[in-house]
């Protein structure tokens, strides 16, 4: 099945608008869809986006989804695998990599400082 995103050249998001908190996240943690769409029902699709996360905020728990994930930290401070409270956890800085697999848990997450992370999502 192929993947559909509209074709775009080297364009400038404009970064003041288009950012809502996804579902099942806390406020303070925002998206940006820069292409394409997830269908999850229907576990089609393909999707861009900016993840951004404010200072001092957190998720309590685990994430897991029946997409493919890559994440790519461009600034600020990505904490993993913090507790309910928003405590411990392992620091990733800009240049930080993940790709995971449909089914994998991942988080909670947080930032300190906040931070902003480039995502790639897609079903095979």
Same mark, same amino acid.
Request: hydrophobic content about 30%.
């Given at each position: #099945?192929?993947?559909? +995103?509209?074709?775009?050249? =080297?364009?400038?998001?404009? #970064?003041?608008? @288009?950012?809502?908190?996804?579902? @099942?996240?806390?406020?303070?943690?925002?998206? +940006?869809?820069?292409?394409?769409?997830?269908?999850?029902?229907?576990?089609?699709?393909?999707?861009?986006?900016?993840? !951004? =996360?404010d200072p @001092?905020? =957190?998720?309590?728990?685990?994430f897991v989804?029946?997409?493919?994930?890559?994440? %790519?930290?461009?600034? *600020?401070?990505?904490?993993?695998? &913090?507790?309910?409270?928003?405590?411990? *956890? !392992? !620091?990733?800085?800009? &240049?930080?990599? /993940?790709?995971?697999?449909?089914?994998? %848990?991942?988080?909670?997450?947080?930032?300190? /400082? *906040?931070?902003?992370?480039?995502?790639?999502?897609?079903?095979?």
């Amino acid at each position: #099945m192929p993947i559909s +995103k509209e074709h775009l050249e =080297f364009v400038v998001p404009d #970064m003041s608008e @288009g950012w809502e908190t996804p579902v @099942g996240y806390p406020e303070g943690i925002k998206q +940006k869809i820069l292409a394409g769409s997830l269908d999850d029902s229907q576990k089609t699709g393909s999707r861009t986006r900016l993840l !951004r =996360f404010d200072p @001092g905020v =957190f998720t309590t728990e685990p994430f897991v989804h029946e997409h493919w994930e890559e994440v %790519y930290v461009l600034s *600020g401070d990505l904490w993993v695998g &913090n507790d309910k409270e928003g405590k411990g *956890g !392992r !620091r990733c800085d800009p &240049n930080t990599y /993940a790709c995971r697999p449909p089914g994998a %848990y991942h988080g909670p997450f947080k930032s300190e /400082a *906040g931070c902003m992370l480039l995502e790639i999502h897609y079903y095979d």
